[in-house]
């Protein structure tokens, strides 16, 4: 970009809203992004860490989504159709059936929400207060599951609930998610016990929801054991099991669904982030049939849906999900991640790793060592991120499509960066 083009950075400032956050960590303005970099007004380039939160699986601007796009643009397809039928969604939803749902043996109705996680988990609580006529929802500790207030309800973080300024965040009963309570501690036996005295003061529940693995709550992640036992639970009380896999969906964990390896069915799933494949807002939620009890508009929104994410994401499904050489790719890419972050660990006392498959991390045991990190890291030509109660864990969330060369690379970057922080606060401790 010519210098006289560089945009005026003080109008973030005047005008907007000090709500803004990754701006803060990563104090630039972006002009492009191709695959897994990012530039700057400046002509930096970046290694792209972050994805958008998991919303650019497959990186930025890939190729045969964008010339689907720009056909479909051209042609004058159809860009906004609130829930009317269109040849987008149809292709969409066929592609999700034959290469998604069927060779899972997975049987779902596919309703367009709103074009965020939150409103697809909206949704989903809704409906299930509908088909059970209770109110409480087992939600759990750590989980985040959206920013609007119902959603807000069944986040556990302070920082994001106090945004409520005071507003009811209730019929939301929050118990231990697996692990939360140290080794050792059986979580799931502590919700049964919980769940089944009649005397412990939580109501009969509408819903279970939980996250495979927990994105912003620290990638904590759930065992096959404990998800098969929280979904055992539901049906046994006749409540309905959502399962958030909104940043964990998508093959993030190494496998389309993040409960596939638990062997599980939701009764509901919820999508969102790389679902449309190009970063364009597009969410839905998966019903089991028999739960499907709406009745026209009962629940809507003008943006339901969004047939530039259906053609997008038609595309990603088709190209990446059609045979399983995709999926084995990113068993591979994980031990390069597993193999990486244990050799950042191994700097920091204490320090262990979480997650799982391409959602993994180091918990440093400090958000401000933590910060420290990823700020060095930005120095270097790295966006990366924070998530935890307290920030304390390094995660990194690289789209799955990083040649192995710019992955390894890039956590080069990263152990360099939490070698020169670790090194110099040292030195101050020393002095």
């Known amino acids: 970009m010519p210098k006289d083009m560089t945009p005026d950075t003080t109008i973030y400032e005047r005008r907007e809203s000090e709500a803004r956050s990754y701006c803060r960590s990563f104090p630039t303005t972006f002009v ?12 930096n380039t970046y290694i792209d860490f972050l994805a958008g939160c998991s919303s650019l699986n497959y990186g930025h601007g890939d190729p045969d989504m964008k010339a689907a796009l720009i056909e479909h643009i051209s042609r004058d397809g159809i860009s906004h159709g609130l829930d009317m039928h269109t040849d987008a969604k149809a292709d969409f939803l066929e592609a999700y059936e034959k290469h998604i749902l069927e060779p899972r043996g997975l049987d779902y109705k596919i309703m367009m929400t709103g074009p965020t996680g939150t409103n697809a988990v909206e949704a989903a609580i809704k409906l299930a207060r509908k088909v059970t006529g209770r109110r ?17 309800a069944l986040t556990g973080n302070s920082g994001k609930r106090n945004g409520a300024g005071g507003a009811h965040l209730g019929d939301v009963t ?4 697996d692990g939360s309570m140290g080794d050792g501690v059986d979580t799931l036996q502590f919700i049964e016990a919980m769940l089944e005295n009649g005397s412990s003061g939580v109501d009969a529940p509408a819903a279970f929801i939980f996250e495979p693995v927990q994105g912003e709550g620290g990638l904590n992640a759930a065992s096959d ?3 098969q036992g929280v979904a055992r639970l539901a049906k046994r009380l006749g409540a309905l099991l959502i399962v958030d896999d909104i ?17 599980i069915e ?12 190009y970063g364009l807002p597009f969410a839905a939620l998966l019903i089991k049939p028999e739960h499907d009890i709406w009745k026209p508009a009962e629940h809507n929104g003008t943006f339901r849906g969004n047939n530039h994410a259906f053609v997008t994401g038609r595309v990603a499904i088709e190209k990446f999900w059609a045979d399983k050489s995709f999926e084995s790719e990113l068993q591979s890419k994980a031990t390069v991640l597993t193999t990486g972050l244990q050799e950042v660990a191994d700097l920091i006392p204490g320090a262990k790793l979480k997650g799982r498959g391409l959602m993994q991390g180091v918990d440093v045991g400090s958000g401000e060592l933590a910060g420290e990190i990823c700020a060095r890291a930005f120095e270097k030509g790295l966006i990366i991120e924070t998530s935890g109660a307290d920030d304390e864990v390094v995660k990194v969330l690289a789209p799955l499509t990083t040649p192995d060369e710019m992955f390894r690379k890039g956590l080069g970057i990263l152990l360099e960066a939490a070698r020169d922080v670790t090194d110099n606060n040292n030195k101050i401790a020393a002095e």
């Open 32 to 43: 492009k992004a191709q695959g897994s970099e990012m530039t700057d007004a400046d002509g």
């Open 136 to 152: 409480n929802v087992i939600a759990f500790t750590n989980g985040f599951h959206g920013m609007t207030l119902g959603s807000l």
């Open 174 to 177: 929050h118990l231990p998610y």
């Open 225 to 227: 054991e404990w998800m």
């Open 247 to 263: 940043q964990s969906g998508c093959g993030r964990t190494g496998t389309y669904f993040a409960f596939e390896r638990a062997g």
């Open 266 to 277: 939701p009764d509901m799933v919820t999508q969102a982030k790389s679902l449309s494949g």
